[in-house]
Structures are given as structure tokens and as C-alpha cells.
């Protein structure tokens, strides 16, 4: 085989990074990163009622920026074998667009209307109407919930539909269609015009949106406008095939051909979650769950579908044939905050730093250091059953379970307790809410064999990673990769492009395999084990406490 060469796009939370990668043995030739402007500086956002959006200028812009900085890095020769291109993005993250498939923020009249703007995954806005949504469902004989854990999210695609046509007339009357991040950029690339030409992936469909083959589909009108009659016909609107992340969506237009120097021979692959393809960038296993560890965590499983038939495991984010590695099935699970309640504490403690009359670089130095220190310290810290316990739903539950009006919660606090203690708690915490994921899959006949770590919390914190070996009672093994969801996009644009006859082939001759295994201390197994019975046993007063309040 000989060199040739694709590129792999990566929309995160806070950025996008573009990476450009040999098919031949992975290499990463080149690489752009590019920080959302619009996001950065807070605009559409306001976190005291939980909504998150994103302008999609800040995605045009940093798609094209990264790609051109990567060809830029690369040089010409190399630039003119460039054979495809897939993307991944966060989810769910939809967005309201016209006829046409454009974004309403891009519609004047429109530009600085938060709900014309895509809903960020981390978007809770829409918590009543999941509850609507699981109420509903109970109402039919055919389970529509069956196939994504038995419990509707507010960070999905219907509940986030709903919310934004009851809050906003204007938003409804102009929307025609709703479409995901990870779908819209493909579409944008291949200069479609027409919504109803959008390829959807399955990733996508299935883990937030309800379809499912069994169904045919999506669930019928009826069950969307017996809940609400402003979602009458909508379906129509939608669709009904669902695509393979390993699958072509196109080829390049010729408007984004000029603006990138590229070819319009350039195959664009059908796009995923960013988790899905970091999965298959960090070399996935069946029975393996892989991690990929930021703000928030995605924790991903695959299977044979003939192994697992007839298994549905309840409490979990969907389980989707072809989600992941198309031939088998893709389970997803994970927390609502992971990194985010590191960085939660940081900024709590930073507030005096930002007080202090000293040059803003000095500032930023100071916070740098936080996370560093408290993690070397709480390392020092002795391991006792009694020491103070935290639980992790800074942002809610997401699995197992999804309960996004759960509260976090520190206990055992006394005149003792300082900051090292606490972040030992925190970290505990997000550590026992993996384990309770993996307990599920194993409750529910689904075997958890072993770890994989990814994502910027995995490569980053020696401690945290520690603590998560020893409270699974399980090797973990972080890849090597510092960019496994791009350079997962990379293996699909591969296999799109006809390179590789399947992902698992690229996977192979691509991937960077793991460069270090973090095992379990035999002398904390077991005090961790006392601790996490303890932190069920508060989650589970919390969330008693939760549920008497909304009665």
C-alpha cells in the first residue's frame, strides 16, 4: 500500500482541531486547532439555568481555519493526495435550520437568537421536557425507549425540540427541520442545498433521536403530537435512512474545494459523535469500555450483535447496531462531569487569586498550578473508610440512570478538612460514578473485560487515573494518541475513501497503540470498595430527597 493521506476534524466543547494523518501507518503529518471566539467570550450561554449554545460561525470558521493551517503545515505535494475527510462532533448538539439545511442563526434576523443556535450536549434547558417525554412514552404498548436505556435525556434531540418550539414562536414558525452538529458539517461540505439530501448517521440517530430499524424509523407522528401538538408533522420533515460512520456523504463542493485548496475528488465520510470515532481512534475492543475523559466523560462499548440479542441494558445512553464499528453493537454510557468538577473547584478556588492586585499573567500562572498541587498532595493523603465523600452530579446524571436534576453533594466536612481533602473527594467521586456505569453493564449480563483511557484527563492526571485503577479493581490502559477522536475521524475518512475495506482494517495499520497501564493497589481495593458502597448509599438519599421535592 502506498502513502496517501486524510483528514480528520474534531469538534470538542471548547474547540476544534483538525488533523492531518497518513493512511498508511498513522502518522500525524499536521495539525490545527482553533478556539470557538463566540464561545469563549460566553455569548448565547447562560449557565444559571443551565443553556449552552453555540453560533455555527464559530464552527465554519474553525473548520475552515484548522484544515488550511494543517495543508499549510503539510505542503503541496502532500495537500494533493489528500483522499477524504470526516468530522466528529459533540452530542447531542442540534440545531433549527430552514428548507435549505442553514442554521437559523445564519438566516437574518436571526444572527443573535440563542434558539437559532445549536443546543450544546451540555444544554439542560429541556429538563421538562424529558420528564414529559418518559411519562408519554409509558403510555404506549410499543416501547420507543427500549433501545436508549429506558430513560429520555434533556440533553437529546427531541427534548431539545420541543423545549425551543414552546419558548420561542419566532424559532418556531422558521424552523423547518432539526439536524446534529455531526450531520450538518458533512452536508455543509458537500454543498447540499436541501435538508431532505442531509445523510444522517446512525450514531446519531439512534443513541439520542429514538430511531431504531426495529421501528422502521423514527417512532410514529402520533407519538410526538399526542404529546405536544406544536411537534404535529415533523416527522416528515425528518428522516428515515441512517448511515454508517464508514459510509460516503459526498464528495467535496466546489465552493469549499476553492476556500480549502483541495480537490473536489475528496470523499466527505457520514459523520459521528466525537466518543464514537475516539472510540475507534483509541483502538476499541469487544467487551472493552473505552473512556474518553474530559469535561465530561463517554464511555463506550462494542459487541457482537449475536452475542448480546435480546440484551437491553437499562439506564444507559442507547445501543445502536453499527454506532461504533458498523457490524456490531455500539452502547454508549457516561457522566455529565468528569473534568468539569476538577475545574469546578479550581475556579472556586481561584476566586481569591482573581481578587489580588498582580498582572494578569501572574494570575493565570497561579490557577495553572492548582490542579497540579492538590493531585500531589491528595496522592500523599492516607486512605480511611470514614474520610469526607462527595458525590459527582455537578451537572446531573447521566448514566446509569439519567436524572439531570440531581445535585452533587461533600459530607463528613470537619475543622480538618482542606482543600487537598476535598479535591480527594471529588476525584473519589467521579471515580465511583465510572464504577457505578460498569456495575450496570455487568448487572445487566453485558461484561465490562477491561479499560481503555482517553481524552485529556486520562494523558494529564497520573492521579486521577490512579484512583479510577484502583476503585474498578481493573487495569486501565491509556492510548497514545493525544488526539483519538480526530484521529478516529481519520480511520473512517480512510475507510470512506475505499482505502480500507473496513474501520477495524484501519484501525489496525493506523492506530498508536497504549503507552501506559495503570493497575490496581491491592492495599486501596478493598477500602475502596468500603467507600463506594458508602457513596451509593448517599446518592441514593439524594436522590430519594430529589424526588420527595418534586412531588
Not at 186 to 207: I, Q, W, Y
Not at 208 to 213: N, T
Not at 446 to 464: H, R
Not at 471 to 479: A, G, K, Q
Request: hydrophobic share 40%.
Amino acid at each position: 500500500m502506498k502513502h496517501s493521506f486524510v483528514i480528520g476534524v474534531d469538534f470538542g466543547t471548547d474547540s476544534v482541531r483538525s488533523v492531518l494523518i497518513d493512511t498508511l501507518d498513522g502518522k500525524e503529518i499536521a495539525s490545527g486547532v482553533y478556539y470557538y471566539p463566540r464561545w469563549k467570550d460566553g455569548l448565547f450561554c447562560n449557565s444559571s439555568i443551565n443553556q449552552f449554545r453555540q453560533h455555527p460561525l464559530d464552527y465554519i470558521e474553525g473548520l475552515e481555519t484548522t484544515i488550511k493551517e494543517c495543508l499549510q503545515k503539510s505542503g503541496e505535494e502532500i495537500a494533493s493526495q489528500v483522499k477524504a475527510i470526516s468530522i466528529d462532533t459533540t452530542g447531542s448538539t442540534p440545531v433549527a435550520v430552514d428548507k435549505s439545511g442553514t442554521p437559523l442563526a445564519l438566516v437574518a434576523g436571526f444572527e443573535n437568537n440563542p434558539n437559532a443556535m445549536f443546543v450544546l450536549w451540555k444544554d439542560h434547558t429541556a429538563t421538562k421536557e424529558a420528564a414529559e417525554i418518559n411519562q408519554h412514552a409509558e403510555k404506549f404498548s410499543l416501547n420507543f425507549l427500549q433501545y436508549v436505556g429506558g430513560i429520555y435525556s434533556s440533553e437529546w434531540f427531541w427534548a431539545k425540540l420541543l423545549h425551543l418550539v414552546r419558548e420561542d414562536e419566532v424559532i418556531r414558525n422558521a424552523l423547518y427541520s432539526f439536524v446534529e452538529h455531526c450531520d450538518w458539517i458533512p452536508f455543509l461540505l458537500t454543498g447540499k442545498n436541501d435538508v431532505h439530501e442531509m445523510k444522517r448517521g446512525v450514531c446519531s440517530a439512534g443513541h439520542k433521536a429514538l430511531w431504531a430499524a426495529e421501528f422502521g424509523g423514527l417512532p410514529p407522528d402520533d407519538f410526538f403530537s399526542s404529546l405536544d401538538p406544536l411537534l404535529n408533522g415533523y416527522i416528515s420533515k425528518l428522516f428515515t435512512e441512517t448511515y454508517t460512520a464508514d459510509q460516503s456523504a459526498g464528495f467535496l463542493s466546489k465552493e469549499w474545494a476553492v476556500r480549502l485548496g483541495l480537490s473536489t475528488e475528496v470523499v466527505i465520510g457520514v459523520g459521528a459523535f466525537d466518543a464514537h470515532m475516539g472510540a475507534v481512534g483509541g483502538q476499541i475492543e469487544p467487551y472493552h469500555l473505552s473512556k474518553v475523559m474530559g469535561t465530561s466523560t463517554c464511555d463506550m462499548l462494542v459487541a457482537p450483535q449475536t452475542e448480546v440479542e435480546g440484551k437491553l441494558v437499562k439506564g444507559i445512553c442507547g445501543q445502536v447496531p453499527g454506532s461504533i464499528i458498523p457490524g456490531m453493537i455500539g452502547m454508549e454510557a457516561g457522566q455529565s462531569a468528569f473534568g468539569d468538577v476538577y475545574a469546578w473547584f479550581k475556579n472556586l478556588l481561584s476566586w481569591p487569586i482573581k481578587q489580588l492586585s498582580i498582572d494578569e499573567k501572574s494570575k493565570q500562572e497561579l490557577s495553572d498550578k492548582i490542579i497540579a498541587s492538590l493531585s500531589e498532595e491528595a496522592s500523599r493523603l492516607p486512605l480511611n473508610e470514614n474520610d469526607e465523600l462527595a458525590i459527582d452530579w455537578l451537572n446531573g446524571r447521566r448514566t446509569p440512570d439519567a436524572n439531570h436534576e440531581l445535585k452533587a453533594a461533600i459530607v463528613n466536612l470537619n475543622l480538618a478538612t482542606d482543600a487537598p481533602r476535598i479535591f480527594k473527594a471529588l476525584v473519589e467521586a467521579t471515580c465511583f460514578g465510572a464504577k457505578a456505569i460498569v456495575d450496570r453493564f455487568n448487572e445487566q449480563g453485558v461484561p465490562v473485560k477491561g479499560l481503555i483511557g482517553m481524552g485529556g484527563v486520562a494523558k494529564k492526571s497520573p492521579y486521577v487515573m490512579q484512583v479510577m485503577a484502583d476503585v474498578m479493581n481493573m487495569p486501565i490502559r491509556i492510548h497514545r494518541s493525544e488526539q483519538t477522536c480526530a484521529a478516529g475521524a481519520a480511520m473512517f475518512a480512510a475507510t470512506a475513501a475505499g482505502i480500507y475495506e473496513k474501520v477495524e482494517d484501519a484501525m489496525a495499520a493506523m492506530g498508536q497503540g497504549f503507552d501506559t497501564t495503570y493497575t490496581p493497589d491491592p492495599l486501596k481495593t478493598a477500602l475502596y470498595s468500603k467507600r463506594y458502597q458508602r457513596y451509593k448509599e448517599l446518592g441514593n438519599f439524594i436522590s430519594q430527597q430529589s424526588s420527595d421535592e418534586q412531588i
